[in-house]
């Protein structure tokens, strides 16, 4: 395999990156401040609940036919127009609160766009990703994408969001449509085109658009374990994740603070996994990146089972952190080297939608296990299914089948090649030719 590691990227993928990070921020800075806002509008735990159910809901709902647009339109105007929507609906929700006009059916109302448009702009945005970057950069370029939305989003939109809201509750809307307009300049500066071939362009249904995405990922062993192993995997973490308050607190004696402690190991794991992503992925291979990061979901789950030590249990997130970098990394250049550019935003979606299920599945898995065995109970599942998806897939990302998915050129089609299926030689070898670990509402990303 070759890497272009350390080799510097041009400027329009530096537009690209600037922009992903500024609407990171905003993104973050909404997250926090609309369970803050909705709570200080009503007291019923239903409601307040109910913002984080309205901004997972269109990830399930439009996940796959935004995937079909952004593979119909170009992905540069289509982000640039998605951005100034968003701006419109943030201002209208920060005047409401200027003005005390504000609602519950207005906040639902705008987080449901939000994130309606957040769907097609990551897919759009990782469509363009091998459009502006050469394909020995992808790793490194992917690195850079997943650092800057750890610091945007994990570490400076956390703080940043409640600071702004104790100032004024309006104010993290506005400055995140401040954000979202920033982006959308930033894309506009972008030279070139970014609309897949006329022949590929949709001329069918939406729904005959959507079934050939869906049938060449599953026809591709290879990206379609991957996409079906994060499905799986983030329901039991996201099981884990919606617990994870009660055993700071119960079993390792950690007040708010340290809950966010805990948390922040993890976004600091991210961020190194980011930086030196490239390189660690160059120096072990993408076999053994991938075979580590299966074992490091088994011993989390199995050190949230067993340990009642906070220190061990922050050590944990902050490799865990390393690990869903890396794994991010990974599972994005290999969906961009081997799915035709025509294909990317469908299967792209694809990849979110399923693991926008297994967060949603497993936010409500992890309750009703807790409630009926115990508060350890959840870890031990995801203990056992880590064990387990490990075990089934490990022969899967053997060092030659790898080896040959970074070697083949781009595919320029849009049907896999012979083997695709399973059947016969592993597709990543026969094809001619990357979201989303559980975050916050703003969406799911592959770890």
């Given at each position: 395999?070759t ?18 990070t ?5 993104s973050?800075?909404?997250t ?6 909705v ?18 809901l ?42 005390g ?12 766009l ?7 702009v ?10 502006v ?10 690195g ?37 307009a ?14 897949p ?18 049938r ?53 794991g ?7 992503g ?10 053994w ?12 789950h ?6 009642s ?7 944990a ?7 869903g970098a ?22 792209g ?41 490990t ?15 970074y ?10 090649a ?9 597709p990543?070898a ?13 969406g799911?990303?592959?770890?």
């Amino acid at each position: 395999m070759t890497y272009g590691v350390g080799e510097r990227l041009d400027g329009r993928f530096g537009r690209l990156w600037a922009a992903a990070t500024t609407s990171a921020l905003g993104s973050g800075l909404s997250t926090v401040a609309a369970p803050l806002l909705v709570a200080s509008l009503t007291d019923d735990p239903v409601v307040v609940s109910g913002a984080f159910a309205v901004a997972w809901l269109p990830w399930l709902l439009f996940a796959l036919p935004g995937g079909v647009l952004v593979d119909r339109v170009d992905r540069r105007r289509l982000m640039i127009v998605v951005d100034w929507l968003r701006v419109g609906a943030l201002v209208l929700l920060g005047l409401c609160v200027v003005a005390g006009l504000v609602t519950v059916t207005l906040l639902y109302t705008v987080l449901f766009l939000l994130n309606t448009g957040e769907i097609v702009v990551r897919s759009a945005s990782q469509a363009m990703v091998p459009a502006v970057v050469p394909r020995d950069r992808l790793e490194r370029a992917n690195g850079w994408l997943s650092g800057g939305t750890t610091v945007a989003q994990g570490m400076i939109a956390s703080p940043l969001g409640g600071l702004l809201f104790v100032l004024s509750a309006s104010a993290p809307f506005l400055v995140n449509a401040a954000t979202y307009a920033a982006g959308a300049v930033l894309l506009a500066g972008i030279a070139g085109t970014f609309r897949p071939t006329p022949a590929s362009v949709g001329t069918r249904s939406v729904r005959a658009d959507l079934v050939e995405g869906l049938r060449w990922l599953a026809a591709h062993r290879l990206l379609r374990t991957m996409a079906v192993l994060i499905g799986l995997l983030n329901v039991t973490l996201t099981a884990a994740f919606a617990l994870l308050v009660l055993v700071a607190r119960d079993r390792l004696g950690l007040g708010s603070v340290g809950y966010g402690v805990l948390l922040t190991c993890m976004a600091v794991g991210s961020l190194a996994g980011a930086l030196v992503g490239d390189r660690l992925i160059a120096a072990v291979g993408a076999t053994w990146t991938i075979r580590i990061g299966l074992l490091t979901e088994v011993a989390l789950h199995l050190v949230l089972a067993v340990s009642s030590d906070a220190h061990l249990v922050g050590a944990a997130f902050a490799v865990f952190g390393v690990h869903g970098a890396l794994w991010n990394i990974v599972a994005n250049s290999l969906r961009q080297r081997l799915t035709p550019p025509d294909l990317l935003g469908r299967v792209g979606s694809a990849n979110l939608f399923v693991a926008a299920g297994g967060n949603c599945v497993g936010a409500l898995l992890g309750g009703v296990l807790a409630a009926r065995f115990g508060l350890t109970a959840p870890y031990w599942v995801g203990f056992v299914v880590a064990v387990l998806v490990t075990a089934s897939t490990w022969r899967i990302f053997d060092r030659a089948t790898l080896a040959r998915a970074y070697a083949e050129p781009p595919p320029t089609g849009g049907e896999p090649a012979a083997g695709g299926s399973g059947e016969g030689p592993d597709p990543a070898a026969t094809v001619p030719g990357s979201a989303d670990r559980p975050t916050e509402p703003s969406g799911p990303n592959d770890r």
